[in-house]
């Protein structure tokens, strides 16, 4: 078996902006995985927020045995993107070789297609507005916040868009502080979920505070391990490859955490479909989908993944597994 690691860059359909910066491109790794003249495929994205960056995932992939099994993965790298894009590439070569899709062989029902949420991107309170009336016919609206000024932001997305559900993602940029005095707003503008409002690190914060809008994990939470040190702070999970590892770890995680009592949302990096497609099974009967990566982007794949009024469909063999 030989693997190889690819960089592909995707330009996005206009300049992306969280709290912590902002993006003109994503700079993807394609791990192909061969074997008897088979192809299995994934795509990963490395995230400096984890310490991770281009070069040191592929030394990461290419440091593997070239017989390495789906199973040994899980302990031979830690849960992050490197161990997504080769468990994934592993998946789909399965598929290819024996002529199943990755639902049957991961004894899942055949999958559906899922709303998903639509980010918008951190931006001035008119521009956002702007952004928001464009996008009022989607049912589901994330967005990125996590600054000092969100309030007026806030009201004007909801003035933008006022029929769509609004999810709200800090990226940990608020304090326990801004949090409280936020919660009531996002109660009266009807926000249906809050990710992530302080940092990973001061999440215990979150313990005792009331939360009147479900709060979700998401840097908090990257794999089954994370699960314990969450409760009594969180209502719902943010599961997504590049944390958990892959297919394998996110397919786990999200029983774990559903008989744990979490309810779960399965999201996304900025990537193509190549990402997006092994998400889309873990996404079946979420809460929260949000696995809008090409949305964002000029240019996707080939046999990109199918989005219309249903959501996002799962993706056809010719794309993966």
């Given at each position: 078996?030989t693997?190889t ?7 996005l359909?206009?300049v992306f902006r969280?709290?912590r910066?902002?993006r003109?491109?994503?700079?993807v790794l394609?791990?192909?995985?061969t074997?008897?003249?088979?192809t299995?495929?994934g795509?990963?994205?490395?995230y ?12 990461e992939?290419?440091?593997l ?6 199973d040994?993965?899980?302990?031979v790298?830690?849960a992050g993107?490197?161990?997504n894009?080769?468990?994934c ?9 024996t ?6 062989l991961?004894?899942?029902t055949a ?6 949420a ?6 001035e309170p008119d521009a956002?507005r702007a952004q928001?009336?464009?996008n009022a016919?989607?049912?589901?609206l994330?967005i990125?916040l996590g600054?000092p000024?969100?309030?007026?932001r806030l009201e004007?997305?909801r003035?933008g868009a ?8 800090a990226?940990e ?5 801004v949090?409280?005095?936020l919660?009531?707003?996002?109660v009266r503008?009807g926000?249906?979920l809050?990710?992530q409002p302080?940092?990973a690190a001061?999440?215990?914060?979150l313990l005792g ?5 479900p709060?979700?994990?998401d840097e908090?939470c990257?794999?089954?391990?994370s699960?314990t040190?969450?409760?009594g702070k969180?209502?719902v999970?943010?599961i ?5 590892g892959?297919?394998t770890?996110a ?8 008989v ?6 399965v999201?996304?990096?900025v990537?193509?479909s190549l990402?997006?497609a ?5 996404a079946?009967g979420?809460?929260?989908t949000?696995?809008d990566?090409p ?15 249903a ?7 010719a794309?993966?597994g």
């Amino acid at each position: 078996m030989t693997i190889t690691v690819e960089r592909d860059v995707f330009a996005l359909a206009q300049v992306f902006r969280i709290s912590r910066g902002a993006r003109t491109e994503a700079q993807v790794l394609t791990v192909k995985v061969t074997r008897g003249g088979v192809t299995g495929w994934g795509e990963c994205v490395p995230y400096g927020r984890y310490d991770e960056t281009l070069d040191s995932v592929t030394e990461e992939i290419l440091s593997l045995p070239s017989d390495v099994s789906r199973d040994a993965l899980q302990t031979v790298l830690p849960a992050g993107a490197a161990r997504n894009a080769v468990d994934c590439a592993l998946w789909d070569l399965e598929a290819k070789q024996t002529g199943k899709r990755v639902w049957q062989l991961a004894g899942l029902t055949a999958p559906g297609p899922e709303i998903t949420a639509y980010t918008l991107s951190l931006d001035e309170p008119d521009a956002m507005r702007a952004q928001a009336e464009v996008n009022a016919f989607r049912p589901l609206l994330k967005i990125k916040l996590g600054t000092p000024d969100d309030m007026a932001r806030l009201e004007a997305v909801r003035a933008g868009a006022p029929k769509s559900t609004i999810i709200v993602d800090a990226n940990e940029g608020w304090s326990a502080e801004v949090y409280a005095d936020l919660a009531p707003h996002l109660v009266r503008l009807g926000v249906a979920l809050v990710e992530q409002p302080l940092p990973a690190a001061q999440d215990d914060a979150l313990l005792g505070m009331e939360r009147p809008v479900p709060v979700c994990a998401d840097e908090s939470c990257h794999d089954r391990a994370s699960l314990t040190g969450l409760k009594g702070k969180y209502d719902v999970v943010n599961i997504k490859l590049d944390k958990t590892g892959g297919l394998t770890e996110a397919l786990l995680l999200r029983d774990e955490a559903l008989v744990a009592g979490y309810k779960v949302m399965v999201g996304c990096m900025v990537g193509s479909s190549l990402a997006m497609a092994p998400a889309t099974l873990v996404a079946q009967g979420a809460m929260v989908t949000d696995l809008d990566g090409p949305l964002l982007l000029a240019e996707d794949r080939d046999n990109a993944l199918q989005f219309d009024a249903a959501g996002v469909h799962p993706p056809v063999a010719a794309l993966w597994g």
